[in-house]
């Protein structure tokens, strides 16, 4: 289920929420906050990470095994 990313406005008072909230979609999200008596500045859909991207460190002798092989498919 996706993830939302709000900022809103409590009715009465006027305070200002960031928060986030689970829903099946943008409709379905802001229909929940205006249930809790909250009107709706911003939201957006928070996508999230599926795997690794980052990634970690080569070693030296790693990194010249590569650019020897690398070298070699080039020329060939």
Do not use: C, H, W
Not at 12 to 28: F, H, K, N, V, W
Not at 38 to 55: C, D, N
Not at 59 to 70: K, M, P, S
């Amino acid at each position: 289920m996706p993830s939302f990313a709000y900022v809103a406005r409590e009715t009465g008072s006027g305070a200002e929420i960031s928060s986030s909230l689970d829903a099946a979609t943008g409709q379905a999200a802001i229909m929940a906050l205006l249930k809790r008596n909250l009107l709706v500045v911003s939201i957006q859909e928070q996508i999230g990470q599926k795997g690794r991207i980052g990634g970690g460190s080569v070693g030296l002798t790693g990194l010249v095994i590569f650019t020897r092989q690398l070298a070699t498919m080039i020329t060939a």
